[in-house]
């Protein structure tokens, strides 16, 4: 497997194609290296004794060891493992592992692409797999661009009055297509060696262009990658692994972007759109029941730190709170736990999670996160918003009187307390945080679109059953 | 198996010790049917071809079929099976099936007994195992008396001015103990063929006589149960199941009970006093995760059929508000899930529910049930609460009106509107539907009791290390 | 002005057209009672001291001291009594005080009708003063009935298939006119003088018909009451204001009513439905703004009693939900004070609150009532379901054992203990706390409504500017 | 009265006192000058034909027009103003107006001074109404430094290890007192003119030394400010006042500082420290009342705009979602209505705010905030986190791009979408929105210190006689 060296000294070789704020940057650059550094640890740890059995796979392909970040789940074990690996990453980086994003595009592809096949004939799965060998043998990192840029939220694709809000085929010939288009919110397509493009949503016949799936690298000719960079503050005395880690997003460009047909997983068949956007929807819901747990095990953690510094971790409304945050993580595990084991084998083989509890399990997290924060910033007090700056800490003309005053607890030093609260102030007061936080409600699909998949595949038929028995009103 | 039948008949054979609003009455009296009726689904379904596989199993000392309601779990699977066996019960009979808490309490002893032996060289493990044949055999439910009266909340047992305020040990001679005090709440306590008393707590060495755990037939000599019947509104001309089934619960008074040894199963042995109050508690909210969905699953129902007869069902809030019922739901069942699945097998050969997820499972179905009620009352509208009575449904000088005038969607008969209206009335204006809610936050320990739980056995140090590590805190 | 005695016998006198439960039945029958008795304290008070100055009030017609239920507004203070002697009279009869609707339904005649007149030439304006001062001068109590039975939801009036299912006209002549149809939870129409009928919602041409508003006697020809009582629950030993007093409903049927012109306020003019039914519901939310907080203050106080009770006063979580339940009550009467402040007088004379406070109060309200349920409770724990009948406090067999075991902080009587949670039993485990509980969701106009009215009224274009402002877009 | 320029002119003269990440910094740095716009605010709009007479108020000492942020409340109507005002200048700041804090400090030593001067016969209220005179004639701006830092959360301040936890008093002779200690999160310190300083609890009387108030300038010899500032984002290209304006904070040390008699406003007069305390807390969450609902007037117009923009303004669930936001301000405008209005007119003709009505005011602002930015989130999407940086919205090879892929409703330029979207992204995603976040839920008090104030002053017996008189138990 890959090493994460390997990794950044291929993405130096790439082609210069991310803009960000008005610049053509280098994917090594040091706006971007917090995010690689997320990834770079999907890498690292797989040596790594305690994550060792977690985080590598065997390929169903081949029987070689791989990734399990690239692996398709085949298995009760397999969604169980991946729901854990993710959880246990995230807390090494302090939120997203990013990595998910592609396995889960993969995943969704591996049995979507085996039913078009079944109804049309086609031969994209037998493709696909090969596209997957070589995914696994080369240990490859892809971003997910799903998220269209949609235009009029009211009107369907083919009714925009640009054609091109959503990404389509323009053209195809016999050694591939072109298309057209931009994808949004893309997370780590900077830092990716592929991207695998699948679509937003349930097609119409009208639509049947914008029903397309392919993978393309990262650096192709016509794709720009305008990247926005949420990355923590720089630390110059303090170093800490909080301000290790960040986020990039990019506004996929695909210009006129040509295709060739090994790399086309979907082109037209309409019918499987819905397929295809949702089942990628349902497996990365699964990926969040690891995730969010994990990002509520910090704030979790965060709230328990601080309370014992401030000396009132044994009081009621302190533990209830605490209890509140662990109940957030655990229910949401449990329901990821309930989706692998209620799963079902698909055909193709790979194993599916419950669409239900995924999606109770994501709601449920995503209606959380800003209450999250508020009961973090509830316990800690004001100081994560006032805390003085790093410098006024080293300067001889403050620092004694920083360090007096901000004592708490007898028998915690002031550089804890510093320490602990400047971790608070990156949690709850910089760009980074809020970027957390929108995350925490959109990213894989908003509390809303998890309603949306209840609504509709919830048996309410079988509930209302019961009411009529209890109510005594005869079916007919 | 006892036929329902059978069980009728040996409660008008028992020892007339039920009182009831200033009366001694017989334990087939008309107020106590709603309640006997429930048990009596028990008994009813196990030839049922959909219920036969949940509610039998195999009893792991005689490898006779029992009943599942006298069975000790031994397998994921168990726990899983009961689960199901409970939501599904409780669909049937509109509420809880009352005939669990007997279960668990059995499931406690079960490896607590084991775990007194050991520590002490007691032989209760041996001689539960005895009275535990004899149960399944005869098929018996039991009432768990576990919630003592308490006096001031604020002092331990040995505290309170009047020493009866927690049932304890008066004397012991060679033959057995005499007990004193009383138990309060005990759901069908009045319905049952035994008592199985067990500590409300965790005990000091100075609380040992309260250390105190023991099964005696209801009917005992010195045992009086004052009762309270919450039953369904009587129905003259539209009947239906919802008004077939009701709760009793009684104020258990053992006025110097004699209980001979060979049903005592803890006496003094104050430092178990915890695990056995816990461990009943641990399973009896591993049972709420299995009726509590059930609860939501008849206020789903109800909630989509009043849509569906309003014509409001396609409305966005409304299905915002479906799908928060089904997630409260599956949330809670989810948590039953990984609550069996992440489960151990004790010593004793017992297999114990895991403690986090049975809590934050039965902690969410705490904090919802009134919202649920006020969802469908939101759905609903105000007639639930100003229905016209039957009689005035039948009056010829009112029948026409009404049946004109309470029509909605066009195609839904008046019947079925005024039936469906009715069981609203029974769920949302009943003193059994007070009740309900009560018990919905109450029974089985409020999200109080299982923050103190989730508060005392979490692992927050390992969060707190996540987010000292995140900080650059160094641990000492 | 009028005797309670008078008022009972008056009701004794009237045409018997009140229908329950099949029956026929007499308007002093004991169903009826708790609704008179509630009533009765309107009539009651007028001579107590600290009343007085609340409930009566001068008549802007005649000069004279009137019952200030019977007084249309003239000022900020007006207002602000009208919603004092609420919230004072509710704590009186444990729950809501009925006669307000029919104030509120003459508040909205006064001023709408004088802009019907200015439209239309109407003569409408001195033919309801002369119909008010007659009302003033007898102390008449009305029920406004305003809510139609609505049929489909999703159709207007003039489209149901059955076009009775709103009230409307059938005939006129130069007498009056005829009116048909059904208003519905129309709260005191069995103990009221009279019914004053209001139109439901804003009308269009085609429901021109339907734009009626009257007033007539409660037992005229051709009206019928079905009638829906919630009453509390007998008490036999441990008698207690609570259980004195309650609701009756009706379902009022217009079946082809005659209405001479002199009481017939609107006929007609279509466009002014809206302003009439949206300004009872106006004068009607405000007066929710003293009611409501009146309940809450119930709530509170049993929260308070029984956490005295438990011992639990002094404790953190305790505080902090009381501190819950007084915020819920200010706001919502702080809301009313601002509504009345923030109001206008009319060009009529008419002093009309301030519409956004009132339903920005109402929907707080009606968004509390079953978490303040919820947090009563959470504090008192499950004996208000489980309490033993008041015959077992009587019977010599159970009494002294109940005595002994009810017991909780020393220094509280066994009495006040049973008392304290029989009160609870009522407020939470019985038909009436269910009707309650619905009435203070939708009485008055659910949350929902109020959501409607803020989103139809409020200056979002005014916030609008501010963030345009703050965001550097211009304005065109 | 003052122009801006004079008071920058002013802050340039002023002793360098400043301290900011280890440098030591001029008051009119660019750092500082985002806070300095937000105060200068107060000073430019005095003739502002639409705030003058808002802004403006008489000087009850000297019958001058003065600025209202120095003016002593006299009246219901003062009140009012004061509040209107502050709603309405921070719209114009986009947040916090800061100057209320020194204002609300005068207020309350206005009558706390005269209450210390009635029970010891000392001179303080004469004294500062000197003070006063001086503070209105030069149209002052005051920083309130109240909170302390300390140490440890539970002990008192005589009991902490280090007795400088808390500001007090060292020496005291003839000509005046030496201070020392330290105050943190003291807002506008490094903008302001003068400190005034307050204890920041009741105190008993081992803490007397600690029981000290007074005013000094700002750049007085042995004072720090060591501060830390929250500034908006810059802004190269698409300017907006938004990113105009921002908060600095100070940690305040007193290092024996020396304060002469004649601002000296108490000193060991311990008995009066909560009335001083208590006093500035109310003022200040009356002027929360104003504020707060600016801030949600502010995410109400954005979420407008963005909902209007996006094309689902008529949506059901974004209706309902904008009426809880305006219900949320206007509820605690209303509070504030309500607590000026029963208010009281102090002995020494200060005009003091109710304290319930403030305090439930304040409570409800401060448990919404991190719910009304959710909403905000909600109806944004995921834009605000990853809208692409100002320079690829002006790089030739990305801004045909992102202009024609940020388009959403028709008629909507991508100008004004990226301008609401940058707005939004200030609002949601930037060290500044997390620290206004924080500042909701601590600023002028937690809710939880509402609580604290309302559980001790509410009439809980009042309500608790409603429930004995309602469950029948007689007072003894």
Same mark, same amino acid.
Request: aromatic share 8%.
């Given at each position: 497997m890959r090493t994460s060296e390997e990794y950044v000294e291929k993405l130096r070789g790439m082609r210069k194609n991310v803009y960000m704020n008005g610049e053509l940057v280098e994917r090594d650059c040091p706006e971007l290296m917090p995010s690689i550094r997320v990834l770079s640890k999907t890498l690292d740890l797989v040596d790594h004794p305690e994550f060792k059995d977690l985080i590598t796979a065997t390929s169903h392909l081949t029987g070689n060891t791989i990734n399990r970040f690239t692996h398709v789940n085949r298995s009760v074990e397999d969604l169980r493992k991946k729901q854990k690996m993710i959880r246990k990453t995230c807390h090494l980086t302090g939120g997203c592992i990013q990595r998910c994003m592609g396995c889960d595009a993969i995943n969704a592809l591996s049995f979507a692409t085996y039913e078009i096949d079944k109804a049309y004939g086609t031969e994209y799965h037998p493709r696909f797999s090969k596209y997957l060998e070589y995914f696994q043998k080369d240990d490859l990192m892809a971003a997910a661009a799903q998220t269209d840029v949609k235009g009029d939220r009211s009107l369907r694709p083919h009714e925009q009055k640009d054609p091109d809000l959503y990404v389509h085929v323009v053209e195809r010939d016999e050694d591939g297509i072109v298309v057209r288009g931009a994808k949004n919110h893309i997370t780590m397509a900077a830092t990716a060696d592929e991207l695998v493009c699948l679509p937003t949503r349930a097609m119409k016949e009208e639509d049947a262009d914008y029903a397309v799936a392919f993978a393309v690298p @990262? !650096? $192709? *000719? !016509?794709v720009k990658l305008i990247t926005h960079v949420a990355n923590p503050r720089p630390r &110059?005395?303090? &170093? @800490?692994?909080? $301000? *290790?880690f960040g986020f990039a997003d990019s506004f996929v460009v695909f210009d006129d972007l040509f295709v060739p047909w090994e790399r086309v997983f979907m082109c037209g068949e309409w019918p499987f759109a819905a397929l295809l956007a949702h089942g990628f929807a349902l497996f990365h819901r699964h990926s969040y029941t690891g995730c969010k747990p994990a990002i509520t095990d910090i704030v979790t953690g965060a709230s328990t730190l601080v309370s014992e510094y401030q000396g009132i971790l044994g009081k009621t409304h302190v533990r209830s709170k605490l209890a509140h945050l662990a109940s957030v993580a655990e229910l949401v595990y449990a329901a990821g736990i309930a989706s692998a084991v209620e799963g079902e084998k698909h055909e193709s083989g790979t194993f599916v999670p419950n669409t239900v509890y995924a999606n109770v399990g994501r709601r449920h997290a995503g209606l959380n996160i800003y209450h999250e924060y508020e009961i973090l910033t509830d316990l800690a007090g004001g100081l994560p918003s006032t805390l003085p700056f790093e410098g006024d800490f080293v300067n001889p003309d403050t620092k004694e009187h920083l360090e007096k005053y901000i004592m708490r607890k007898e028998g915690v030093s002031s550089e804890k307390i510093q320490l602990c609260f400047r971790l608070l102030s990156d949690m709850l007061c910089s760009s980074l945080s809020g970027v957390s936080a929108v995350a925490g409600v959109h990213g894989g699909g908003s509390p809303i679109m998890e309603e949306i998949i209840i609504a509709a595949t919830y048996d309410f038929e079988e509930k209302k059953k019961i009411a009529k028995y209890l109510a005594g009103i005869k079916e007919e």
């Open positions: @990262a !650096d $192709s *000719e !016509d &110059k005395v303090f &170093k @800490a692994p909080i $301000s *290790e």
